[in-house]
């Protein structure tokens, strides 16, 4: 196995559909010898803080366990959605239009996702004070909705290239999660027509002086970037294009870039798809020295 950690598990306390619980990824990474593992549940916005706090007792509780973290997950949001979620100003979450199409959530559980000003100010709901409170050992950083930008290629390609400079020039940040993964999904009305397809074909088009900056930002800044399942091992996405960005990747490497490995499990460990990522990431060069670790879990 190249792969020798998994930084990237969600808990049952995340906000979305996670049902995992402590005992049985513990079981799971120390089947597969991990020497590191850990929690990183979704903070979109501080709205979802109780859930991080509770995760953290959990922690807690069940004891030392060599090699075993508690990390976070934390979403590039914007100061205007962090300034709504701190007042309680959450009208624009409950029905607005999209697409033509109404569009209703009932929380900000994923963050205030329409109705503010596109073109940033970008900002992780996430301080210094709440790492320290809450022991948060690394923090994995991630792309999961266009900051109020329209639902087209070219708009949200713009859009997901300023999230991702600016979680790379972030300070709290160790780890870019699963890159670019959304695009195609964002590109279109996949979040009022579910069963419209995805043009996968668009991960194709990131320039490649996108990667080359990005890959740049990484290495002087001191970011790990994140192989994860679903992209590398997404059956949905023809296997041509998956292993397309792979070969981006691995052009990182040529950067100089370091990686993190993340399952992202959710509702199962699925410790044979760990495998599988295992032998097509060796098929493409990687070896175990191309992975890093976030500063904290060095020495430990
Ligand atoms: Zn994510
Ligand atoms: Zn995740």
Redesign the pocket.
């Known amino acids: 196995m190249i792969i020798k950690q998994d930084l ?1 598990i969600h808990t049952h306390c995340s906000c979305d559909s996670a049902s995992l619980h402590i005992p049985e990824i513990v079981q799971h990474c120390q089947n597969l010898g991990f020497e590191h593992f850990g929690i990183s549940d ?1 903070l979109h916005t501080a709205f979802n803080m109780p859930d991080i706090e509770i995760a953290n007792r959990e922690f807690n509780a069940f004891g030392h366990v060599k090699g075993f973290h508690f990390g976070i ?1 934390v ?1 590039c949001a914007t100061k205007w959605e962090c300034e709504m979620i701190a007042k309680r100003e959450y009208a624009s979450c409950f029905v607005c239009n999209v697409l033509g199409k109404p569009f209703q959530t009932m929380t900000p559980i994923d963050g205030i996702m329409y109705g503010g000003p596109a073109g940033g100010p970008l900002q992780i709901d996430l301080t210094r004070d709440d790492i320290e409170r809450l022991g948060i050992e690394y923090v ?1 950083a ?1 792309v ?1 909705k266009p900051d109020y930008s329209e639902h087209n290629f070219k708009a949200v390609l713009e859009d997901w290239y300023s999230q991702l400079c600016y979680l790379a020039n972030h300070e709290l940040v160790d780890i870019i ?2 890159p670019w ?1 959304g695009l195609p999904f964002w590109s279109g009305d996949c979040i009022v027509n579910r069963s419209s397809p995805q043009d996968f074909g668009l991960y194709l088009q990131i320039p490649q002086e996108y990667w080359d900056t990005l890959g740049e930002l990484m290495v002087k800044n001191g970011k790990l970037a994140e192989f ?1 399942p ?1 992209i590398i091992l997404a059956e949905r996405i023809p296997e041509v294009i998956r292993f397309k960005i792979i070969e981006k990747m691995a052009g990182w490497k040529e950067q100089g870039v370091k990686f993190t490995f993340g399952s ?1 499990s959710h509702r199962e460990y699925k410790e044979d798809h760990i495998l599988k990522c295992d032998e097509i990431l060796s098929k493409f060069g990687f070896t175990e020295n191309d992975f890093g670790l976030p500063e904290a879990l060095k020495n430990k």
């Open positions: 990237h979704h997950e979403t994995i991630g999961h999660a699963h993964e994860n679903c992202d």
